[in-house]
């Protein structure tokens, strides 16, 4: 059974720092790419980042690119999304994700928000 747990999220002000982290259990980590995803109140859910298996490879949303960094522990089975300079419109749920098979995977995602 696949399952993505995140956690860390919160309130932050603009311009303020969070990393939020993904605990996945249910298969083999270290084999698959995993993406965070967010999703605003009213909007439909979009992809922020992505990272191959081994971490050799990321790719960002253009609104995120420069601001936002994923990174992977396959010892600990653990992904994380490092977020600075943070603005108002970051502010959404936000999930780790993964594709195995023909099915992806989400978690019960964290909320970020961001406000003054």
């Known amino acids: 059974q696949v399952l993505l747990v995140a956690s860390g999220g919160g309130s932050v002000q603009p311009g303020g720092s969070l990393t939020i982290s993904c605990a996945a259990s249910?298969?083999?980590?270290?084999?698959?790419?995993m993406r965070w995803d967010r999703q605003a109140p009213g909007k439909e859910r979009e992809s922020v980042a992505f990272i191959t298996n081994g971490g050799a490879r990321k790719d960002y949303a253009d609104s995120v690119k420069g601001r936002f960094t994923v990174s992977r522990d396959n010892s600990k089975n653990t992904l994380f999304l490092q977020m600075t300079n943070l603005k108002p419109e970051d502010t959404a749920r936000y999930y780790c994700?993964?594709?195995?098979?023909?099915?992806?995977?989400w978690g019960q995602g964290t909320q970020v928000t961001v406000s003054a």
């Open positions: 249910g298969f083999n980590f270290n084999k698959y790419a």
């Open positions: 994700s993964v594709q195995v098979g023909s099915r992806d995977y």
